[in-house]
């Protein structure tokens, strides 16, 4: 779906470049159309910086923000109506972040995620070795955010 998203961006605009806030918006639509259980009321916000990135990167970006996105879709809200999840950009000159937050149950990576979690797994790679960047995990008992950086140009 990221890289559907990614491609039907590029063929529309004939360019080399994706606008991330149109990026996010189209991932996050695409989730949450099937990710949101029926009768739970999650609201998913994307804020902060609007900036072109060259389409490599845009649609490493747009894998990793779909599989977080997925997974606090799936766990953050367990036992809860209602919740939310807010998809932050910052742009910098070299590089840039993005930073996923929910309001939801949180978790501990050590504990909550097994080592061989395949998903989690692939996002580590994708930011590391594709985008030359970092990641974070900041667990807390009430509600989990996830932060990476990547470089603007590859």
Do not use: W
């Amino acid at each position: 779906m990221s890289i559907a998203a990614t491609h039907e961006i590029l063929a529309y605009h004939g360019m080399d470049e994706v606008e991330i806030e149109t990026l996010l918006c189209r991932v996050k639509d695409s989730i949450t159309h099937y990710a949101v259980p029926y009768g739970k009321k999650i609201m998913v916000s994307v804020e902060g910086d609007d900036f072109y990135l060259p389409s490599d990167v845009a649609a490493n970006v747009a894998l990793i923000v779909n599989e977080l996105l997925t997974n606090s879709l799936e766990h953050a809200f367990i036992g809860s109506e209602h919740g939310k999840i807010v998809i932050q950009t910052v742009h910098g000159e070299i590089y840039s972040h993005i930073r996923i937050a929910d309001d939801g149950v949180g978790f501990d990576p050590n504990k909550d995620v097994s080592p061989d979690s395949l998903g989690l797994t692939i996002v580590k790679t994708l930011v590391k070795d594709k985008l030359d960047g970092d990641i974070v995990i900041k667990p807390q008992s009430e509600r989990t955010e996830i932060c990476f950086n990547f470089c603007n140009r590859r």
